[in-house]
T-cell receptor, first 115, second 112 residues
Framework: EAGVAQSPRYKIIEKRQSVAFWCNPI?????LYWYQQILGQGPKLLIQ????????DSQLPKDRFSAERLKGVDSTLKIQPAKLEDSAVYLC?????????????FGEGSRLTVL | AQSVTQLGSHVSVSEGALVLLRCNYS??????LFWYVQYPNQGLQLLLK??????LVKGINGFEAEFKKSETSFHLTKPSAHMSDAAEYFC??????????FGKGTMLLVSP
């Protein structure tokens, strides 16, 4: 069974530039998550989708971050314009449903460096 | 609201020694508790989870954790550390329909 796919693995940009990350979840998983993991910290949820609808985006900095999940499958997370503090690993995860006891399956992450 | 506190950002053990990683949680409703492991440059992988069944939970790679409601704890243990256990470990909590909240992580260092 294929896991969660993310690209690119690494990205270096200058501040005020834009960047986009792509995620393809495990086939059949209805719920998709984007987490931000800053060095030395645990992952922080940015946005959760159930199929193609947003369940929770309360911690998404909406002035610069956007995400979509068209057709309820793959998803794109965009940052525009980037700030230095956006340097982090962006983890995509998926699960069968949005029940609290369900296991999340994570991709390898996209590491962003903002100079 | 829910939260997780992991005591110690780094834990060092010798190969063959007991591993103990501490996690305390806060939740207003009965929690679901998880331990995830992250190897360098990889995503997180589930080690084990507690979902209100047995309080002693066994996971992969010889790890286990015990849910203690009175202490609001879910510490992770392994009787004998192996070099391959060196990684970062995250405790996480969710409740019902809420999303997963992670602790800050504990880096486990294993020396020969």
């Amino acid at each position: 069974e294929a896991g969660v796919a993310q690209s690119p693995r690494y990205k270096i940009i200058e501040k005020r530039q834009s960047v986009a990350f792509w995620c393809n979840p495990i086939s059949g998983h209805a719920t998709l998550y984007w987490y931000q993991q800053i060095l030395g910290q645990g992952p922080k949820l940015l946005i959760q989708f159930q199929n193609n609808g947003v369940v929770d985006d309360s911690q998404l900095p909406k002035d610069r971050f956007s995400a979509e999940r068209l057709k309820g499958v793959d998803s794109t997370l965009k940052i525009q314009p980037a700030k230095l503090e956006d340097s982090a690993v962006y983890l995509c995860a998926s699960s069968l449903n949005d029940r609290g006891a369900g296991e999340l399956f994570f991709g390898e992450g996209s590491r962003l460096t903002v100079l | 609201a829910q939260s997780v506190t992991q005591l110690g950002s780094h834990v060092s053990v010798s190969e063959g020694a007991l591993v103990l990683l501490r996690c305390n949680y806060s939740s207003s409703v009965p929690p679901y508790l998880f331990w995830y492991v992250q190897y360098p440059n990889q995503g997180l992988q589930l080690l084990l989870k507690y979902t209100s069944a047995a309080t002693l939970v066994k996971g992969i790679n010889g790890f286990e954790a015990e849910f203690k409601k009175s202490e609001t704890s879910f510490h992770l243990t392994k009787p004998s550390a192996h070099m391959s256990d060196a990684a970062e470990y995250f405790c996480a909590v969710s409740s019902g329909y809420s999303t997963l909240t992670f602790g800050k992580g504990t880096m486990l260092l294993v020396s020969p």
